[in-house]
């Protein structure tokens, strides 16, 4: 158990690194292979879709067949993903790459990675410390983002510098993508038995085989509020939100990691933070009294005459938005019985990609429309002041039991 938790933050940090290197460059990459706007956004939808089914079976197998094994599993989807991405530019082959694989459009955490890990993790630190606990998670991952998204803007930029072809430039940033997953085969090869769950009966019933059964009603009611908010946060997800700035201001990859460096750090300081305010206010008001001035902030972007005041109000946003999830994960987890958490934590992250997967394709639409570029960003903070409401009036009288 002492190795386990600093080798799952390990494994967090080096996942979430992958993702913000990729991240940046990533539409960019697409875009240099020839594909149009709607193209990009149609193959970015349909990585969302494949990520869903996979995390599906992966998370409803791993209590029963291993998490070790399908962590080891889902890291090698990602060497897959990355490699014939980094190969080929043939549509038909990066959809059915993108349905398979593993790849992160956004920075942000896919795939059953998040499920299985918090999972683990709550069994290895008791429950007082469980908001901490995530809060720090997120810190890292956030951390490792932007590091990432840093590195993978000024590699690419520097290798143009020396000669490198733009497309060729992002094709080394693929193949590092690609190395990191080969990292993570290993580091998951490393974890111990104590993060497994005990196995399951093989005659047991199919509602107790996904592992819900009286936090049932609970966790379909929080599933589909994620997934209204995941909607929305796949209209502006980094890849995309990159490519805006790109044709909006014409920033190049150098920038927009240093841009989207500086906005996950803060998105990181901010969910550390989270924790110290749930303790004095609670957890869904702390999800929502945060979310709600974030979502504002990115309502705002698009209508910031300059790039200066565009890349201010994205920061600012960005300070305060990520205090919604550890909080979030937190409350899940709270309010479930503690043999349905892995399911609950699996059946959440599944509603959240199933309403993330149209996302893109309907941003690609928008940003080949010049009037309708900036509607991405007021279409998301909308839908997610909505959700904001919803959640509050529906779960505010739901107290987690270190505020009963």
Do not use: C
């Not at 890292?140 to 990432?148: E, H, I, L, N, Y």
């Not at 840093?150 to 072809?165: I, K």
């Not at 300081?269 to 945060?290: C, D, E, H, P, Q």
């Not at 005459?305 to 890349?311: E, F, S």
């Amino acid at each position: 158990m002492k190795r386990d938790i600093p080798l799952l933050f390990t494994t967090r940090v080096v996942r979430m690194f992958g993702y913000g290197f990729l991240s940046v460059v990533l539409a960019l990459y697409l875009a240099q292979r020839g594909l149009s706007e709607g193209e990009i956004g149609m193959l970015l939808t349909l990585t969302l879709a494949g990520d869903a089914a996979i995390t599906l079976w992966i998370t409803t197998s791993a209590d029963r067949m291993g998490r070790r094994r399908m962590l080891v599993f889902g890291a090698g989807l990602m060497v897959i993903a990355g490699l014939i991405f980094s190969l080929t530019g043939n549509y038909l082959l990066l959809v059915a790459t993108a349905i398979i694989g593993v790849i992160s459009p956004s920075g942000n955490e896919i795939g059953p990675f998040l499920s299985i890990e918090q999972a683990s993790l709550s069994q290895l630190v008791p429950d007082d410390k469980r908001t901490q606990i995530f809060a720090w998670y997120n810190l890292v991952g956030s951390f490792a983002t932007a590091t990432g998204a840093l590195v993978g803007g000024a590699l690419a930029q520097l290798l143009q510098g020396a000669g490198y072809t733009p497309l060729n430039s992002y094709r080394v940033v693929l193949m590092g993508y690609t190395l990191i997953g080969v990292l993570l085969v290993i580091l998951f090869l490393l974890l111990s038995r104590s993060v497994e769950a005990p196995k399951l009966a093989e005659t047991i019933s199919i509602q107790r085989r996904f592992g819900l059964h009286k936090s049932r009603k609970v966790v379909f009611r929080l599933s589909s509020l994620f997934a209204l908010d995941a909607f929305a946060g796949g209209l502006v997800v980094q890849s995309m939100a990159a490519y805006w700035f790109n044709i909006k201001f014409g920033v190049q990859p150098a920038l927009l990691g240093t841009i989207f460096f500086g906005a996950n750090i803060l998105a990181g300081i901010s969910a550390l933070s989270a924790a110290w305010i749930a303790k004095r206010i609670g957890l869904i008001n702390t999800m929502v009294y945060t979310h709600i001035p974030s979502n504002i902030l990115l309502i705002l972007v698009p209508f910031m005459p300059t790039l200066p005041l565009a890349i201010l109000v994205l920061l600012l946003r960005f300070s305060i938005s990520q205090m919604d999830v550890p909080t979030r994960q937190s409350y899940t987890m709270a309010v479930v019985s503690p043999d349905e958490r892995s399911a609950a934590m699996g059946v959440t992250s599944i509603a959240r990609s199933v309403g993330a997967m149209l996302s893109p394709a309907i941003t690609g639409q928008l940003l080949g429309v010049a009037s309708l570029m900036g509607a991405p960003f007021v279409i998301a903070g909308s839908l997610k002041i909505v959700y904001d409401v919803l959640i509050w009036r529906g779960f505010r009288a739901i107290k987690p039991p270190e505020e009963r």
